[in-house]
């Protein structure tokens, strides 16, 4: 097995990913790591955030307007997309009863083995609800 390269800037966007609950794009990623390594490109950020992926540090969160956002929280956890703002945001739940049962109530016709689900919420997010009362 050929062993893995250290990189600082891939470290670097590993742990600006951990740090965040909104779940960044890779634009969003490339603007901060940027401040850090101003030489970086765009297309070393996408390839370290695929890196991350594949190598389970991080997951894609893919949203309705067809944008893909990073999570650095690789746990199963609920997430909230705002539709006026697309804001993607970590909701504070434990739903793992919810998510089990759920899960067993798919598999009853099911032949196949179903091992997870991934449960989005959708709305308006606390800032965009400020903003129009």
Same mark, same amino acid.
Request: net charge negative; hydrophobic share 35%; with cysteine.
């Given at each position: 097995?050929?062993?893995?390269? &250290?990189? *600082?800037?891939?470290?670097?966007? *590993? ?7 909104? &779940? ?23 390839? +370290? ?30 997430? %909230?997309?705002? *539709? ?18 759920? +899960? ?5 016709? %099911? ?5 997870? +689900? ?13 903003? +129009?009362?």
């Amino acid at each position: 097995m050929a062993q893995i390269k &250290h990189s *600082r800037q891939r470290e670097a966007i *590993r742990i600006f990913l951990m740090s965040r609950k909104d &779940h960044p794009t890779a634009e969003a990623v490339y603007a901060h790591v940027k401040e850090e390594y101003p030489n970086i490109s765009l297309g070393t950020v996408y390839r +370290n955030l695929t890196f991350l992926v594949d190598n389970g540090e991080a997951i894609k969160v893919p949203c309705d307007d067809g944008s893909v956002h990073f999570d650095g929280n690789v746990e199963p956890h609920p997430h %909230f997309q705002c *539709r006026k703002c697309g804001a993607i945001i970590d909701l504070d739940f434990d739903g793992t009863k919810c998510e089990n049962a759920l +899960n067993k109530a798919a598999a009853t016709d %099911f032949e196949g083995i179903i091992e997870g +689900n991934v449960t989005f919420f959708y709305g308006i997010c606390p800032e965009c609800r400020r903003e +129009n009362s």
